[in-house]
Each structure stands twice: as C-alpha cells, then as structure tokens.
C-alpha cells in the first residue's frame, strides 16, 4: 500500500466520522426539541388535570362536609345511648361500637375494631354478644335474649337484640347488635321484692309480738297456779297414790306453755334489749356451765358437745341473755338433729368480710366475731331452709321439745345484733349455722391490758393506711394514733400511689382487696418505681393468697390479718418499722 | 402540474376517466376510511401550533386505533413505567412525533391488510417497503438535514397507495401486470403502462389529489418515480429524498421491490443534487436496518 493510499484511507474513514458526528448532533438537537416540545405539551395536560382535579376536590369537599355532619349527628346518637351499641363485618370482627360498650368492656374503641370478642378477651367464656352465628345463620333478627356477660363492672345481666346488617343489595354483611344492663334494674326488683317479703314477715313477727306481749303477762299469772300448786299437791297426798302421775303431767305441761311464754316475751322485747360489752367465749361457757345445758345432757345422753374456742376472740356488744338464749336454741336444735347421737362442735373467731358476698344472706363487709354450731345430723331440707327462722314452722314432732319459736328467736337475736346468719346444710351429712356479730371496738383499752403496750409504742412515724372501706380505715387510725404513730388514710390504691409520690412514709398498711381501682399488689408495685425501699404491711381478710405473696416477694413485709387485733397489730408494725 | 404533456390527447383522455373510476372505487371502498384520520394527522404535522390535545382528538373518534397505539405505547418496545391507558398518557411518555408516526402507522397499515403472496408481492412486503422508506426519508432529514421529517414519514408510507389501489380494485389486471413484470424482469412501471395503461405514482397522485392532501405529499406521491420531473425547487429536495430511500429500500431488500432494474444514473443525480455522500447515506441505511429488525422483534410490524 503507498502512502497516497494510506492517505486516502485515512481520509476515508475520517470524512466517515465527522460524518457520524454530524448525524449524531442533528439526531441529538431534534430529539432535545422533541424534548422540549413534550414537556411544553405536558404542562399543557397537566395543567389541564391540575384544574379538573381541583373543580372535583371541591366538590368531593362539599359532599364531605355533609356526610361530616351527618355522621356527627350519627354519632353523637350512638355514643350518647345509655345502652351498647355494636357493628360487626361477616367474620364477627367488630367494626363500629359505641362509648358505652368501650366502657363496660374497659377497652379502648380502637383495640376493639378490627377483632372478634374472643380475641378481645381470650380468657372469658363465651356469650351472646361474642357470638353470631345464629344471627348470620338464620338471617333473622335475634331479639330480647337475657345473657350474663363478663364485664369491667362484674357479670351483668343483660338484655341484648341483634339484627343482620345487610348492604343495599341485601346481602348480610354484619350484624347490629343493641345490649341494655339489667342488672341494676332486676337487682332494683328483687330487693323490692326481699323488702316485701321481709315487710310481711316483720308484720308477722309484730303481729305476734304484739299478742305475745298482751297476753303474756296474764298468761304467766294464770301459769302460775298451775305450775306451782302440783307441787303442794304432791306434797299433801301419798307416795303411792294413782293421782300422781296426771298431777306431775300437768305440771310438766304447765313448764311447757311457760316456756312457750317466755320465748312469745323473748320475741316481744325485742328492740328494748339492754346491751353491754361481753366476750362470746364466755357466754358459751356461761351456758355450758347453765341448768338448761345439764337438762340437754339428760334428754341427749349419746350428744356430745365440743367447744373450739378463739383465745384471741374479740367483744361484741350485745344482750348476753339474748346470746345466750341463741346459743342454747342452736343446741338444743343440733342435738335433736343427731337422734343416734354425735358431736355438737361450738366454735368461735375473728373473721373479718373484705367483700359482701351471699350466703343464707347478702353478708356485708366488716369485722365480725364468729359463732358456729356444727352437727353431724339428720340436715336440713332445701324447701325447709327457707322457713326455717318462721314461727311456729318445724319438721320435728310438734311439742316435743321445743317451742317452735326457738329460730325465730335465733334469728331475731342476730338481727338486732346487727348480724348476719349463714346455713349450710347437707341431708344426713350435717348442719353448720354461722352468726356474724360485728366487732366492738369501743372498749380497746380492755383489749390493750392483756400485754405490756408500753413495749411496741410507735415515735411518731407516719403510716399510711390504705383501705377502700372506711370502717377498716377508722379502726386501723384509731389504734395507730394509740400506738404513737401519725397517720394518713386514704380509700384507694391510685390516691395511695399519688400519695407516696409525694410524700415519704415510713409504712404502709396495705388492704389487698379493693374495689374500685388496682389492688394493693398492683399499688405496691407502682410505689416501688418511687420509692424501691418502700415499706409495707399487707393485710386482708382472707388467708394469704398468690397476689399476697406476690406483693412480699417484692419487698412488702408481714401479712396482717383482719380484723385487726391490737397486740398483733402492734408488734407487726414494730417488727416492720425495725427491720 | 403539467404531468402529462407531450402525449396523445385522446390517449390521455381515456387514461383520465380510468383513474377516474380507479379514484372513486377507492373512495367507495374501505380504503378511504382511512382518509379523514390521515388527512388530520398530516395537518397536524404541517400546523406547529398544534397540540397534544388536536392529536388526542383526532385519534380518540377511532376507538381500534385508540386501542392499538395504547397497545403500543405499552408494548417492551417503549418499555412503559406504568400502565399507560390514555392517549395523553401515551403523548407524554411516547413522544408527541412518536404517536403521530404510530397513529399513521396504524391507520395506513389498514389497508395493507388481507393479504395474498403474488409473484414476490405481498400487501405485507409493500408494507414493509412502505415502513422502510418512510422511516428511511425521516432519518435522512433528521440526520442530514437537521429537520424533523414528519411529511417524508408520511410520504414514505403512502407513496405506494396507487399499487394497493391496483391489488383491490383491478385485481386481474394487476396479477398480470405483476406477472409480465416477472417474466419479463421489468420495472413495475413498465408493466403497469402495457396492461393497464397507467403508472402506480399516477393512481396515488389521482387519490391523494381528490383527498386534499398537502401539495408536498401529493408531489411525493406522484413523482416517486420520477423526481427529477418536479420543477419547484421548494418540493425537489423531498422528492429527491423520497426517491433516494425508495432506492436504497430496494437495494437492501426492505419489503416489496417495484424497480428490480434501478435506475442508478437518476440515484445519483438525486444525491448529488442534495449533497448527500454514499458512504454518509450508507451510515443511515445501517441504523434503519437495525431499527426495522427491532420493530420486527417487537411485533410492531
């Protein structure tokens, strides 16, 4: 190849490159114009939309506006109805619920929507509300069914109605479902019907008291002749004379409508019952040791009386007759219980009642003294159970023993006593009859001198007492101040935390169980985030429990038993405020 | 335009009224449903006010050809972000030159369709000529000239209609007329003269004339053949550039080929008269190749 050649060539592929430039830089200004002109015509559309996407903004803002309010109005209806209100989808998840089904469940509306009930409370059994399957099965309105359902405020009965929500073509998409809490309103009715009840039965009593009282005093004068001259009789004729036997019948009988008389007077008094401090303890001795104990063990020879006493019993204020008839009634009853013989176990102690609860009665909150009368006889029937304390109604033979008045006086007795009875009774397996008679407190320094006081007396520290029942609280102040020591009381455990908060204590005597509000476990624990050294007293009226002893893992000290008994009382918070 | 001088008039008489009736067969038939669109279109390319919005307008009275530019402007071939379901859409993302090009496409390939293999012709393989040159014209302007070349693309896709014009509407004539050209290897043209007494470029210049078409496209149309005959020097360089792709189309094998005996003297003679290089045209004929095989690959033809 020459020289000219290469020349050329190179030349060539030169003229061939500039002429690729050339194409490309044409290439590059049209598709930049291209570019351009695209961009202009994109403003133009988009500005285009721009502006009908504004006129339906607008538009759609109007509408909204309208359905704002109209939903407010919706709303404002639903969350201001006294009853709970719920929407739920196909699968039972709650979609709408109104203020009052947020409150009666404790949840927030927002935890509720989106979940069935069972997953919003996984631990509680199921009921109507949670369920709709007979709803959404039948496709029919399920209307006016009564249900318990577990809520914030306890079980409650409820009334509830549901209705299938269906979409516009018809379909069932949900339910609606409406609950009403009867409980307040059956509660409300049944107390009108106990107070009627108690209303005829208190008419009765006074009925019967009034008679007893006209006629007892004559009727003791008359007695008198009967009971007293068979015994001169007997005296004036001989040992063997046939008229023996009739006069001493009439004698006995003569006792007996006595006794008759005496419980009418029993009844009658009620009300002008004088009373004084007494120790249960010791009126069951008093009757142990009585002329009508002797009587029973001849009538009974095969009964056995045992006495299970608490050494550390509290007073009461009482009628020690009164009592002392009460107790003499139950025996006696327990003894004919056990026609084949047995064992009568008398026992007494403190017991104190954090929480009302319903035994043969709704027994209410309080210090009490317990009795109880234990048998192992024959029991007692459930349709008898609820005549039991009427007058003159018994299922033993008539006039053989007693009077027919003896539970009548039993239960007027604890009444008037401010007390409370419990029966529970098996048939053939036995009878225990609890009394509750409210503690005094009236005469501590009585209960004070059995131990040297002097040796647990406080320096002035502070101590806030924590107790959502006021009683409980006064009674706790009034022996802390004795002890020397500045007290503070509040009723529940959020005020108790506030309290702490603020305020350094040196103890605190903790109740466990209260209601409203967080328990003293849950109080204690938010304390220690104040104070992580906080001292405290735990007390209840039931025996240690799992959250007790959760509660002294944590650092709270000794369990303290209700009702308070001022030795212990003393030496526990002694003991605590020493550590 | 003085087309026809220098010939027998009685001769040219009877050639007018074939065409004539060869127009408003045409006119009578689905062919000319494609008129309206393209016509609007081609204003659009000749009007530069003109707007995405006119574009829009024209295309959306068409819902079949609504529905295949979207088809298109979603096909790999644009490789679309998102689904584009509307012609503005499609003006946006596409390019408001690439829908006119794919509407016009759409719209002339219409009547290329029905198609039937006769003596190496096919409406598919004068459809692909079609594309070729069209696509060919538009690179040469753009790349040459540095203009857009929208008019060419539009002259290069119907410079043919006069053939299809021929194949629908005298068919037996036409199978000869491909028949003797085989035969007796001779241009199209030739061969259109002996059986049917007239020229393709002469039917398309009779229809695109009673469609109104701009004066360019008509031009282009009629004179494909023969360029050198147009004496306004505003419409020569399209022409001649029509004429160059036409040529260069034929040589590389781009569809239907009319000329199998090409005439190279007039080639270079156009060339030159626009200073266009061989080996710079051979640069361009290169990348229309490769562009033709992708829209091949992407199913766009």
């Known amino acids: 190849m020459t020289d000219a050649d290469y020349k050329k060539e190179l030349e060539q592929k030169i003229k061939i490159l500039e002429t690729k430039i050339k194409h490309l830089t044409n290439d590059l200004v049209l598709t930049r114009q291209d570019y351009e002109d695209s961009m202009a015509k994109y403003f133009d559309i988009y500005s285009n939309m721009e502006k009908k996407v504004h006129e339906r903004t607008e538009k759609l803002k109007e509408l909204q506006n309208v359905l704002k309010i109209k939903n407010m109005q919706l709303e404002i209806m639903v969350d201001s109805s006294p009853g709970m209100i719920f929407y739920k989808d196909g699968q039972e998840r709650y979609v709408r619920v109104n203020k009052k089904f947020a409150e009666m469940f404790g949840v927030s509306m927002s935890d509720i929507i989106g979940k069935t009930h069972a997953e919003l409370f996984p631990g509680l059994p199921e009921n109507i509300i949670g369920n709709d399957q007979e709803v959404l099965k039948n496709k029919a309105p399920d209307l006016n069914r009564g249900a318990f359902v577990d809520t914030v405020k306890g079980r409650r009965h409820m009334l509830i109605n549901k209705v299938p929500y269906r979409d516009i073509d018809g379909n069932i998409i949900g339910i609606i479902g409406f609950a009403i809490d009867m409980t307040d309103l059956y509660k409300v009715e049944q107390e009108k019907r106990d107070l009627e009840e108690k209303l005829v039965r208190a008419e009765k009593m006074e009925a019967i008291g009034l008679l007893a009282g006209g006629v007892a005093h004559d009727l003791n004068n008359i007695l008198t002749g009967i009971v007293s001259y068979p015994d001169l009789l007997l005296l004036e004729i001989p040992e063997d004379s046939p008229l023996r036997r009739p006069i001493v019948t009439i004698q006995e009988s003569g006792l007996k409508a006595a006794a008759i008389v005496q419980d009418l007077l029993t009844l009658a008094r009620r009300g002008v019952i004088k009373s004084e401090i007494a120790n249960l303890n010791e009126l069951i001795n008093d009757y142990l040791k009585s002329l009508e104990y002797e009587k029973l063990k001849i009538y009974h020879p095969n009964v056995n009386v045992k006495t299970d006493l608490d050494k550390k019993l509290l007073n009461i204020r009482c009628s020690p007759i009164h009592i002392v008839k009460t107790i003499m009634n139950l025996v006696i009853n327990a003894a004919e219980a056990m026609p084949e013989g047995g064992t009568v176990i008398l026992s007494t102690k403190n017991c104190n009642i954090d929480k009302a609860f319903k035994g043969y009665e709704n027994i209410n909150t309080g210090d009490y003294v317990i009795l109880q009368v234990h048998d192992t006889g024959i029991g007692i029937s459930e349709d008898d159970l609820n005549h039991i304390f009427e007058p003159f109604y018994t299922n033993k033979v008539m006039g053989k023993s007693g009077t027919g008045l003896g539970m009548a006086v039993v239960w007027g007795v604890v009444k008037d006593h401010k007390g409370f009875i419990d029966i529970k009774s098996k048939p053939d397996e036995g009878t225990i009859i609890t009394l509750y008679f409210p503690v005094t407190r009236k005469n501590i320094t009585r209960e004070i001198s059995g131990f040297s006081i002097n040796d647990y007396m406080g320096n002035g520290e502070f101590i806030l007492v924590v107790d959502d029942i006021p009683e409980q609280r006064d009674i706790a102040s009034l022996l802390l101040k004795k002890l020397n020591y500045r007290v503070k009381s509040v009723s529940n455990g959020e005020d108790a935390v506030q309290f702490v908060k603020n305020n350094p204590v040196d103890l605190i005597i903790l109740d466990m169980i209260m209601e409203p509000g967080i328990d003293g476990l849950d109080a204690f624990k938010e304390m220690l985030k104040y104070n992580p050294s906080q001292k405290a007293v735990i007390t209840s009226g039931y025996s240690e429990t799992d959250r007790v002893k959760a509660a002294q893992k944590l650092g709270a000290g000794a369990y303290l038993k209700k009702p308070y008994l001022i030795e212990d009382f003393a030496k526990t918070i002694k003991h605590e405020l020493q550590k | ?301």
């Open chain 2, 1 to 301: 335009m003085n087309f026809i001088d220098g010939r027998d008039m009685e001769q040219n008489q009877d050639k007018k009224e074939k065409l004539d009736n060869l127009v408003k067969l045409v006119n009578d038939s689905e062919i000319s449903s494609i008129k309206g669109i393209v016509s609007n279109i081609i204003k659009t390319i000749n009007d530069p006010s003109s707007t995405a919005k006119d574009l829009k307008e024209i295309i959306q009275i068409d819902p079949p050809l609504t529905a295949k530019i979207l088809k298109l402007a979603n096909s790999a071939y644009y490789t679309t972000r998102s689904k584009i379901s509307e012609i503005e859409h499609a003006v946006i993302w596409v390019g408001y030159d690439a829908v006119k090009e794919l509407a016009l496409n759409q719209k002339v390939c219409e009547i290329f369709n029905k198609d039937e293999s006769i003596e190496g012709y096919s409406r598919y393989l004068l459809w692909k000529n079609s594309i070729g040159v069209a696509l060919l014209g538009k690179m040469i302007y753009r790349r040459e000239f540095g203009e857009k070349g929208e008019d060419i693309y539009a002259a290069g896709l119907l410079h043919n209609i006069g053939i299809i014009a021929e194949d629908q509407f005298l068919q037996s004539e036409f199978k000869n007329t491909l028949k003797a050209a085989k035969s007796r290897k001779k241009n199209l043209n030739s061969a259109e003269n002996e059986t049917l007494g007239f020229e393709h470029p002469e039917v398309g210049l009779a229809i695109a004339n009673d469609w109104k078409f701009p004066e360019e496209l008509v031009t282009c149309i009629g004179y494909h053949h023969n360029p050198v005959a147009v004496e306004e020097a505003y419409l020569k360089r399209k022409v001649y550039t029509l004429y160059i792709a036409d040529y260069l189309c034929q040589e590389n094998h781009i569809g239907y080929c009319d000329a199998p005996q090409p005439d190279e003297e007039l080639f270079v003679n156009c060339r030159k008269a626009l200073k266009l290089e061989r080996y710079a045209l051979q640069l361009i004929v290169d990348d229309m190749k490769k562009e033709i095989k992708q829209m091949e690959l992407q199913g766009v033809f």
